[in-house]
Nanobody
Framework: QVQLVESGGGLVQAGDSLRLSCEAS????????MGWFRQAPGKERECIAY????????FYADSVKGRFAISRDNAENTMYLQMNSLKPEDTAVYYC?????????????????WGQGTQVTVSS
């Protein structure tokens, strides 16, 4: 099993930056792929960033491309999501995910493990 714990969410203003962290523990050697999802009120959960392995090609949803960046620190078993130029429409609960299957053509990710989520609220 792999446990994922997110941190770094909060309330910010439009245009601000925020960095989310996801610390993995447990059988971390059993997973390579990691990613970030978000779920806004009344909407489905969507994959916004995906890393197949540390140092591999990264994938981003169009809604965050150019503003968000995923990175990983293998020594600390931690993944980050740097979010810049935040907009009110970025308001959502952000989830860390690991393992599983990713379909490149549709950017659909089916992870094996989920974090508990962290709230990000962007005020206008």
């Amino acid at each position: 099993q792999v446990q994922l714990v997110e941190s770094g969410g909060g309330l910010v203003q439009a245009g601000d930056s925020l960095r989310l962290s996801c610390e993995a523990s447990g059988r971390t050697d059993s997973v390579r792929a990691m990613g970030w999802f978000r779920q806004a009120p009344g909407k489905e959960r969507e994959c916004i960033a995906y890393s197949p392995s540390s140092g591999g090609r990264l994938f981003y949803a169009d809604s965050v491309k150019g503003r968000f960046a995923i990175s990983r620190d293998n020594a600390e078993n931690t993944m980050y999501l740097q979010m810049n130029s935040l907009k009110p429409e970025d308001t959502a609960v952000y989830y860390c995910a690991a393992g599983g299957t990713f379909i490149v053509a549709s950017m659909t990710y089916y992870p094996n493990y989920w974090g508990q989520g962290t709230q990000v609220t962007v005020s206008s």
